[in-house]
């Protein structure tokens, strides 16, 4: 394991890196062709590769049953140390019977081999228990809850390797791995990091978060998911030619490093608001913005929940330090971006759309508001949003 660069340690204090290469990749290759195949899911797809490459440091594979019971209980893994979602694999009945604990398997997405696992332990998953526990509901109307519902009943634990990452990548110049940013970061001169995470454009509210957090870090590492997202959210291509648009206009080039996380949305608010920070950290980010509703989906979660779960842990212990921020906006009455916190007006005086909102007038062919989104941004959206109906 080499040195690791950066201005804080990865968590648990080693980042982890289980992808092999070289000889030791051949011979596992070689190996794996008399293993079972073990079909991953979408999110187990982008778990093994975040896994592999360090973001879930110090996770070196998939939960085991002590980890998954600690992880959805205590929200802490079996040593203590915080981590809020169990990743897990999970198979269906079929598969999990004709496995055994302690068998070599490969983990494959349709063709494509992606990994190698021992099979540690296999045990059924506690779906309702996980529901309540990690999304805080049991409704099958939430995406997350829904998706854990339909998944396999049975999970493997086991440590992994990587033979070939996911195919078809999206954004492949964009996708820094951990060490990687460490790297970049340290090459800036970079001290104090501050990451955004986000699955959407960069509006101005967002634009004036991003800008106060830079104030008092050395650089912002804009860091959009792209993975797994729902069908409504605006596509991933064109929100990244929206983060180009503003950031060539708008930003400080030696101040903004852009990146994608390609992990996959779970939804589950205040525990992925923990879950982000802790992978962001290992990315080498010293500072996490946590926005109103982190995570969120509909109505599942309180306004400030993502914020007061960091203070079920002592301080140190996640180690990124998050910025909280409050509902932001256009007050036409302050003449500025302000927030519910620094405004003393009234809604009516405020610029605000739904993301629902958003997306119909991009459909309808309409810029939105410029107190809303920089003009630059409202194009790439409406013309991404119209050429992709019209292939639809
Ligand atoms: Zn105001």
Redesign the pocket.
């Known amino acids: 394991m080499s040195r690791v660069v950066g201005s804080i340690a990865p968590h648990g204090g080693q980042l982890v890196n289980r992808v092999l290469r070289g000889s030791l990749r051949e011979a596992a290759l070689e190996r794996a062709q008399a293993f079972p195949n073990v079909q991953l899911t979408r999110m187990a797809v982008s778990d093994l590769e975040m896994i592999a490459v360090g973001v879930f440091s110090p996770l070196t594979g998939f939960v085991t049953k002590d980890e998954y019971d600690s992880v959805i209980d205590d929200m802490r893994l079996p040593n203590g140390l915080p981590w809020s979602i169990p990743v897990t694999l999970p198979v269906d009945d079929h598969t999990a019977a004709g496995l055994k604990e302690g068998q070599e398997i490969a983990l494959v997405d349709g063709e494509h081999l992606m990994g190698i696992m021992t099979i540690a332990e296999k045990y059924p998953a506690d779906k309702e228990r996980e529901a309540r526990q990690v999304y805080r509901t049991t409704e099958e109307a939430h995406p997350g809850v829904a998706r854990l519902y339909r998944q396999g009943n049975w999970l493997l634990g086991g440590e992994i390797f990587m033979l070939n990452g996911p195919k078809d990548v999206e954004f492949p110049e964009l996708r820094h791995e951990p060490a990687q940013t460490r790297r970049m970061f340290a090459s800036r001169g970079w001290r104090r990091i501050v990451a955004f995470q986000t699955r959407n454009p960069i509006h101005r509210a967002h634009e004036y978060i991003q800008k106060t957090a830079l104030e008092i870090v050395d650089g912002l590492f804009l860091h959009p998911l792209v993975g797994e997202t729902k069908g409504d959210d605006i596509p991933a291509d064109v929100r990244i030619q929206s983060y180009q648009a503003i950031l060539r206009d708008y930003y400080p080039a030696d101040r903004v490093l852009l990146g994608v996380f390609p992990a996959a949305m779970r939804y589950a608010g205040p525990r992925e608001a923990i879950f982000h920070a802790i992978a962001r950290k290992n990315y080498g980010c010293t500072h996490f913005i946590v926005g109103r509703d982190h995570a969120g989906v509909g109505n599942y979660y309180g306004t400030y929940d993502a914020h007061n779960i960091f203070d079920e842990f002592a301080p140190g212990e996640i180690g990124i330090t998050p910025l909280f921020f409050d509902y932001t906006f256009f007050?036409?009455?302050?003449?500025?971006v302000?927030s519910a916190k620094?405004?003393?007006?009234s809604k009516e005086?405020?610029v605000y759309l739904s993301g629902t909102q958003v997306r119909e007038m991009l459909e309808r062919g309409e810029m939105l508001p410029e107190e809303f989104t920089r003009p630059e941004v409202s194009k790439v959206l409406r013309d991404g949003i119209q050429a992709r109906r019209q292939t639809e």
């Open positions: 007050c036409k009455k302050c003449g500025a302000v620094t405004c003393p007006h005086d405020w």
